[in-house]
Nanobody, 119 residues
Framework: QVQLVESGGGLVQAGGSLRLSCAASRSIFSINAMGWYRQAPGKQRELVAL???????DYADSVKGRFTISRDSAKNTVYVQMNSLKPEDTAVYYC?????????????WGQGTQVTVSS
């Protein structure tokens, strides 16, 4: 089991920045991958950024060059720094932890945090 607690959402003007935090209940090195997903009204949840336990990262094309995922292992926390925000970044952002055990993926989710970007 992994419990995730997110923080850092809010309202920001276009061009502004926010940093989201996701604190895990256990060592992030025991988690195969942690990432951020988002879901806008009427749309499917989509991957924003992902960091594997080895440190490799993936980003959605729409956020490359603007968002950066990072981690602090001492705090068991993963961050996403979001710069040059656009109104289309408005969504509920969810932290995800994926644990792979016996070739089965176990996904854990945070409660979600709202990010609203005004034009």
């Amino acid at each position: 089991q992994v419990q995730l607690v997110e923080s850092g959402g809010g309202l920001v003007q276009a061009g502004g920045s926010l940093r989201l935090s996701c604190a895990a209940s256990r060592s992030i090195f025991s988690i195969n991958a942690m990432g951020w997903y988002r879901q806008a009204p009427g749309k499917q949840r989509e991957l924003v950024a992902l960091m594997r336990s080895g440190g490799s990262t993936d980003y959605a094309d729409s956020v490359k060059g603007r968002f950066t995922i990072s981690r602090d292992s001492a705090k068991n926390t993963v961050y996403v720094q979001m710069n040059s925000l656009k109104p289309e970044d408005t969504a509920v952002y969810y932290c995800n932890a994926r644990v792979v055990r016996d070739f089965v993926n176990y996904d854990y989710w945070g409660q979600g945090t709202q990010v609203t970007v005004s034009s």
